[in-house]
């Protein structure tokens, strides 16, 4: 099992920068991947950047060159630089967990409101 929880998102201007950070607790050696999705207001969720154990990543095309996804034993971060107002959204932590070398399941955080207006 593994809690995640997520910290760091506010208000912030465009252009600015924030650093989010999901901490995760639990069987926490079982993490093979985590990665970071937003939700916006009446929009589906979407991925934005994954990383996994051997510290490959992947973002999504809309914050390419903007975000950076990293990680730091139990800590998950992502820093996020040149905001936009359309980067306005619910941001989730997630940890895809592992038995016996098996994929099992994935934990989600609650999330953490990042709002990017002038």
């Known amino acids: 099992q593994v809690q995640l929880v997520e910290s760091g998102g506010g208000l912030v201007q465009p252009g600015g920068s924030l650093r989010l950070s999901c901490a995760a607790s639990?069987?926490?050696?079982?993490?093979?991947?985590m990665g970071w999705y937003r939700q916006a207001p009446g929009k589906e969720r979407e991925f934005v950047a994954g990383i996994s154990t051997g510290a490959s990543t992947n973002y999504a095309d809309s914050v390419k060159g903007r975000f950076t996804i990293s990680r730091d034993n139990a800590m998950l971060y992502l820093h996020m630089n040149w905001l936009k107002p359309e980067d306005t959204a619910d941001y989730l932590c997630k940890a895809d967990y592992f038995e016996s070398g098996l994929y099992r399941a994935s934990f989600w955080g609650r999330g953490t409101q990042v709002t990017v207006s002038s």
């Open positions: 639990g069987s926490i050696v079982s993490i093979k991947a």
